[in-house]
């Protein structure tokens, strides 16, 4: 659950009371100048035991690629179609 957000001074100042609304569950974010800075939640529980969560997002389709074997030709072939197109500029493959 997230309320409001904490201004940093504030934060500073009420740091200890904020990391105890975080041990129970809660979700904090803190703004600076108006705009969200940093959000304050607890850890994974894969974290305490030294194992790191799931990539999510655009992450895990990286990591995915990674592991593909034709991933470097086909994105050769991409970038040949590419150049051949006349419609934009082909940025360097490189």
Known sequence: M????VGVAEAKRRFS?????VAAGERIVVA?????AV????PYEEHASGARPAPAGFASLAGALA???DFEEMTREMHDARRKARDRDVPPLD
Do not use: F, K, N
């Not at 009371?17 to 609304?21: A, N, V």
């Open 39 to 42: 959000v304050l939640a607890p």
């Open 67 to 69: 592991d593909w074997d």
């Open 32 to 36: 600076r100048h108006g705009r969200p």
């Open 2 to 5: 997230m309320g409001q957000p």
């Open 17 to 21: 009371e904020l990391l105890d609304r």
